[in-house]
């Protein structure tokens, strides 16, 4: 087995020859600790029957790690200037394809149909560049793909929503969206210093486990996901005069909200932050004929 790329050494030597500089724009936060990258292969649980998806593979530092636990790695990687580098470093394992693209471009269905067929399982293992983590999340799960889950490194404090409870301030819209498809769960906290350049924010590697069904059977799912948004627009608000403010034509239409707020058995003095999913499915259920 060769050294890993990700010390703090080597990741100096590869830079070195290859005059590489960061791009923030692109969220190039390299991580430069084997340990880190050992955890969050752990955590994903690949065996060697499974393939894996990495989205930006930077140097090459966690797709050595996702190559040597799994059958098949598949690494999209925007940064045209990091292609040959790759080569070099990942020169050691066969079963490594990178795709120079944009992951929020890329049609993932038809990737993992032509590069996974015959696998058993699909794992999406990134340390995600901070700027687009969002799209990314919500692109691989609403895009119905044959995935297991996520294992991803992003903000804490994007972790912390996601994985949020009803009733904690970090609950939200981001929570529910998420919550609906996958069981999400932080499983660790990283300190700045494992990272090359440190970034600004600490981060934390969210689990993402997708769900046979989601959280809650609705009748139209956007509009369930327009009922969620709308009930935290503003969060000090009752979830009657979120309703009211942002449904569309809603404070003419109050009597009809105090009615679909009472058939879902919910007190239109709560703040959205109280409600479960459950719960949400019901309201948006219940207010679903009145605005449709
Ligand atoms: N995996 C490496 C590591 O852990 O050291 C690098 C992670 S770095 C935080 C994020 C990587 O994503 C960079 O290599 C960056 O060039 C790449 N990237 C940024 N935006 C991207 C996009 N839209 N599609 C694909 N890759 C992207």
Known sequence: MSKDIATPIRTKEIMKKYGFSFKKSLGQNFLID????????????????????????????LTEHL???????????IDQRLLPILEDTLSPYDNIKILQSDVL???????????????EDVMVVANLPYY???PIILKFLTENLPIKGLVIMLQKEVADRIAAA????????LSI????????????????????????????????????????EVKDEEFFFVITRSSFSQ???????????????????????????EEA???????????SIPEFGALADALYPYFN
Request: charged content about 20%; overall charge positive.
């Open 34 to 61: 084997p340990n880190i990258l050992h955890n969050i292969v752990d955590h994903a649980g690949l065996t060697k029957e499974q393939g894996a998806i990495e989205i930006g593979p930077g140097i090459g530092a």
């Open 177 to 216: 969206a998420i919550q609906y498809y996958t069981e999400a769960a932080t499983v660790m906290t990283v300190p700045k210093t494992v990272f090359m350049p440190q970034p600004n924010v600490d981060s934390a590697v969210i689990k993402l486990m997708k769900r046979a069904k989601p959280a809650v």
């Open 265 to 275: 058995n919910i007190d239109p003095t709560r703040r959205g932050e109280s409600l």
């Open 235 to 261: 969060r000090r608000k009752t979830i009657l005069n979120n309703l009211t403010s942002q449904l569309p034509e809603g404070k003419a239409k109050k009597e009809s909200i105090l009615s679909a707020l």
């Open 132 to 134: 687009v983590t969002t």
């Open 67 to 77: 190559a040597r636990a799994s059958k098949k790695v598949v690494s999209f990687e």
């Open 105 to 119: 471009k890329a049609n993932i269905g038809s990737v993992i149909e032509e590069e996974f067929a015959g696998t």
């Open 166 to 173: 009803p009733g904690s301030k970090n609950y939200g819209s």
